[in-house]
């Protein structure tokens, strides 16, 4: 009996699926299944499924609709429960380490709450060819602060308890901007994090990724375009805080601290008063990982384009 279940969601995977898919049965601790939901594909990602499954019992395979990627993790999510189980997220294109999941396991289970706990970890990122590129930023303080405004927890390398994914699963696929940061949205606001600061899995950049990962220098000059533009189309709408306010419906039981960030941050848009919006930049703790784009934050905050 597996205490562990792999869920992976795939769609048109066929260039790196099966690299993937023999990394992952090769994991040097082997009580997991490995449970994959197909996403309506049309090239030969199905036909790759079939013949792993008939290679390793642990693997089983079901074929869908084209629901898009957080409605099919949310439906692989769904159709596995076991009260003392564990679950992780898993990406097509990548390639684990072979002791990622031992690693997370073992940091799972010696945890004080692991059915609430999330672990996950850095990522080495990698070109089409697994030609090293960088590894990512370390996040700074992963918590409900950074989570509300930011993903840390990249779904590939999440491993997870029971508890969270019941939690996981009260929240409605519509209103997730990706699955994996309502992951990380839930474990800060209701559970633990454990950070692992070494790459455990080969994160590969190419033009099909879902959720591509910019090098610093990169990433500070897009932000800070789309910034300016913001403020001089007068064009407002944080994308987190509508996810943000449905967390807040979702968990109307959070705790206090947990409610008070969530409903000051969602007050402070609309407020005219700019004296009130300047006092909520300078004192709150939300941040992202990188300080230049904190700064970027805030001042999207302080002119109301949230």
Same mark, same amino acid.
């Given at each position: 009996m597996p205490n562990l279940y792999v869920l992976l969601s795939t769609f048109n995977g066929e260039?790196? @699926?099966?690299?993937?898919?023999?990394?992952?049965?090769?994991?040097?601790? &082997?009580? !997991?299944?490995?449970?994959?939901?197909?996403?309506?594909? %049309?090239?030969?990602t199905v036909e790759i499924l079939r013949k792993y499954a008939a290679l390793d019992s642990r693997i089983v395979v079901e074929l869908g609709s084209n629901i898009g %990627?957080?409605?099919? !993790?949310?439906?692989?999510?769904?159709? %596995?429960?076991?009260?003392?189980?564990?679950?992780?997220?898993c990406d097509q294109d990548d390639i684990w380490d072979e002791q990622k999941l031992k690693i997370a396991m073992k940091s799972l289970t010696g945890s004080p709450r692991p059915d609430t706990t @999330?672990?996950?970890?850095?990522?080495?990122? %990698?070109?089409?060819?697994?030609?090293?590129?960088?590894?990512?930023?370390?996040? &700074?303080?992963?918590?409900?602060?950074?989570?509300?405004?930011?993903?840390s927890a990249i779904g590939c390398t999440c491993v997870f308890g029971h508890s969270l994914r019941g939690d996981f699963l009260r929240g409605d696929?519509?209103?997730?901007?990706?699955?994996?940061?309502?992951?990380?949205?839930?474990?800060?606001?209701?559970?633990e994090l454990i950070y692992d600061d070494v790459p455990r899995i080969r994160y590969r950049q190419h033009d099909n990724t879902a959720t591509p990962r910019e090098p610093g220098i990169s990433r500070l000059r897009n932000r800070f375009r789309g910034l300016l533009k913001r403020i001089w189309s007068q064009d407002a709408g944080l994308e987190s805080l509508a996810q943000a306010n449905h967390l807040l419906a979702t968990y109307p039981d959070s705790d206090v601290g947990t409610r008070a960030n969530l409903e000051v941050l969602s007050g402070s848009h609309g407020v005219v008063?700019?004296?009130? &919006?300047?006092g909520y930049v300078l004192t709150t703790g939300l941040h992202r990982n990188n300080r230049l784009e904190t700064l970027a934050l805030k001042l999207v905050i302080l002119f109301d384009l949230h």
């Open positions: 260039t790196y @699926l099966e690299e993937l898919l023999q990394s992952v049965i090769q994991q040097s601790y &082997r009580h !997991f299944e490995l449970r994959i939901r197909d996403d309506g594909s %049309v090239d030969n %990627v957080q409605a099919s !993790f949310y439906s692989l999510l769904e159709s %596995v429960e076991d009260a003392t189980g564990f679950y992780a997220f @999330l672990y996950f970890s850095r990522l080495s990122c %990698v070109d089409a060819n697994n030609n090293f590129l960088y590894d990512t930023d370390q996040p &700074r303080a992963p918590g409900i602060l950074n989570a509300l405004v930011e993903n696929p519509a209103h997730m901007i990706m699955h994996d940061w309502w992951l990380y949205l839930c474990a800060a606001s209701r559970g008063n700019f004296p009130r &919006r300047l």
